[in-house]
């Protein structure tokens, strides 16, 4: 039986953090474990409570959401964060990535996304929307992550997929989802959603995430962003 993740939740308003947390303790393994107004507050009681998840919002007072997550960091370094924000911005998400923040989900997503989120960014991934995916490989290129050996292992793995599979994998990790991917190689949706579930399991990989960190240390994703 998995263990519960334990989730603080950091907002400015509270009508949204009573939202979230019915939204959340209507699920079997989370649990809410603490509310934060503003900051400063979130950094305490993170301190405190000693949280899984962290779901911290930008726009707070008394310190904001990314003044915050780098105290975090220092503080509750064992804690993902994961930022909540009305704010579609791709200067805000290289802030949070480099402050070692561990995901990015827009408030007006589905309810569905963020349980994703926080399931994924608690195993350790790191969560961000289809559309954000180029600034996650350009932000693991600046970071020199590219630069690191492929391992013989992963060369096999990669080996172990059909011309498909591969073509599934490098529009998977550029952000493509499963309906363009269908359009583009000519595949029924359902086609698509199989071959990336096989390649997913012969990587041995969870996440969308991984998955491009996959596909970055294999060096078969740089040539597009050049």
Do not use: W
């Not at 904001?64 to 503080?75: H, I």
């Not at 949070?96 to 994924?120: C, D, F, H, M, N």
């Not at 071959?195 to 294999?218: H, I």
């Amino acid at each position: 039986m998995s263990r519960t993740i334990r989730v603080l939740l950091a907002d400015d308003h509270a009508v949204l953090r009573a939202g979230l947390k019915v939204l959340l303790e209507a699920e079997s393994d989370i649990a809410v474990v603490g509310e934060a107004a503003d900051g400063l507050e979130c950094v305490n009681l993170a301190s405190e409570t000693q949280p899984d998840v962290i779901l911290l919002d930008i726009n707070m007072p008394n310190c904001n959401g990314l003044e915050a997550l780098k105290d975090l960091r220092q503080r509750v370094p064992e804690s993902h964060v994961l930022i909540l924000t009305m704010h579609d911005d791709e200067g805000y998400l290289r802030q949070v990535l480099t402050s070692g923040g561990s995901g990015y989900v827009l408030k007006q997503s589905a309810s569905e996304e963020l349980l994703s989120a926080i399931r994924a960014v608690n195993q350790g991934g790191t969560y961000l929307q289809a559309n954000h995916t180029k600034v996650l490989l350009e932000h693991a290129l600046n970071q020199g992550q590219n630069q690191s050996l492929v391992k013989d292992d992963k060369q096999l793995l990669y080996q172990s997929l059909s011309e498909r599979e591969t073509q599934v994998l490098k529009l998977v990790a550029l952000g493509y989802r499963n309906g363009e991917i269908a359009k583009s190689l000519h595949l029924s949706v359902k086609t698509v959603e199989t071959y990336k579930t096989r390649l997913m399991q012969k990587l041995e990989l969870r996440s969308r995430a991984t998955l491009v960190r996959f596909a970055l240390d294999l060096g078969i994703l740089q040539e597009d962003l050049e």
